[in-house]
């Protein structure tokens, strides 16, 4: 768990970075969040040299199990970091601006802030970096996994019939390469994930 905690910190640094661009946007539109995105990237960053520093001794190779904590770990953590700069200027409650950042981290474009229009400029654009680092339009990202478990071919959207999978990285190229292995495998091989004996050592 520690070792899982040491590359937690380590993600949160560099999601610090992040924060670069929502305050030069503040700086140049003079919209009044300055401060809310240097003490949001402070917080991320203390947050996460705390975490490494403190885990430093534990840093390890991490086992597949590990993995499945470590990614589940990381949606949930920088979701909570990306929320300060709608708790501290927004004002919004946790839960809200909690949904607010899953949604864009996920893509999926749900949100809970009323009149978008209004919003100063950086907290726009931090609404939209999270859309682009959680990737792609959750439609074509949907799709293609499931089009490519199935073995059905095209998926929808930037996937769909009438374009193909050449715009994708190679990353997304691999994980889509496994869903469809994943989906010759069927799901009974799946579950071997979830016997015991597969976690033992």
Known sequence: MLSVANVLGRLLMV???TYLLPIICSLIYRDGTFLTFLVS???CLAAGGLMTLATRRFQRELKPRDGFMLVTLAWVLTA???TFPLLLHLELSFSDAFFEAMSGMTTTGATVITGLEALPASIDLWRHELNWIGGRDFISAFSAV???IDNAGPGLGAVGPGTNYSSLTDYEIWVLSFTMLLGRLEVFSLLVLFTPQ???K
């Open 146 to 148: 499931i089009a490519c």
């Open 80 to 82: 909570t970091i990306a």
């Open 15 to 17: 999601l610090s970075l």
């Open 41 to 43: 990237q402070a917080a």
């Open 198 to 200: 597969f976690w033992r």
